[in-house]
């Protein structure tokens, strides 16, 4: 390694650096977000409170919790929640997700929509499915989402040219 990338690594988590993950301390910050947002969860209905904190590209970081609804399918997830708001203010590029839930002895795992809806900015970047100690295991959206479909899938090369009117 040259000498000008080991003085941008100065005073940072090495390791994580080199494996382009945010360092420990970032992290935690990460971590600590997800469950104060939970606090602000709405969920009147299942009282099951969940809180996200998504890091964007250029380090901002957009919380989200669950809203459910009095017509149950319009809820939404806290995880969909920060990823909407960070792409509705411009982001739409992200190192990493911490997830929070009440769970005393389990991670909390994201549902199949979230996954998707992480997998499509991207099947390369971090969640970190935490316990309310703060304990957490980090996985990549790909691990959580294996073979998935994405934007990309859309434009590969199709047996027939389906015209756009019917
Ligand atoms: O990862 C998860 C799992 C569940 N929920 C919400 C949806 C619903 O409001 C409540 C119970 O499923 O928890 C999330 O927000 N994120
Ligand atoms: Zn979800």
Not at 89 to 106: C, N, T, V, Y
Request: charged share 25%; net charge negative; with cysteine.
């Amino acid at each position: 390694m040259g000498d000008l990338q080991i003085e941008m690594l100065h005073g940072k988590d090495q390791e994580s650096q080199l494996l382009h993950h945010p360092d420990r301390v970032t992290v935690e910050g990460l971590i600590h977000q997800s469950l104060e947002a939970k606090e602000f969860s709405y969920c009147p209905y299942s009282n099951f409170r969940v809180g996200a904190a998504l890091l964007a590209h250029d380090d901002r970081v957009f919380t989200g919790c669950n809203v459910e609804n009095a017509c149950n399918n319009l809820g939404v997830c806290a995880e969909r929640n920060a990823i909407a708001k960070a792409v509705s203010e411009g982001r739409r590029s992200f190192k990493a997700i911490a997830i929070a839930s009440d769970l005393h002895d389990q991670f909390i795992s994201p549902c199949g929509g979230c996954r998707q809806f992480m997998r499509e900015f991207g099947a390369n970047w971090d969640v970190y499915l935490t316990k309310p100690d703060g304990s957490y295991i980090e996985m990549k959206v790909s691990e959580l989402l294996p073979v998935s479909f994405g934007p990309e899938d859309l434009s590969m090369k199709k047996v027939v040219k389906i015209p756009n009117e019917y």
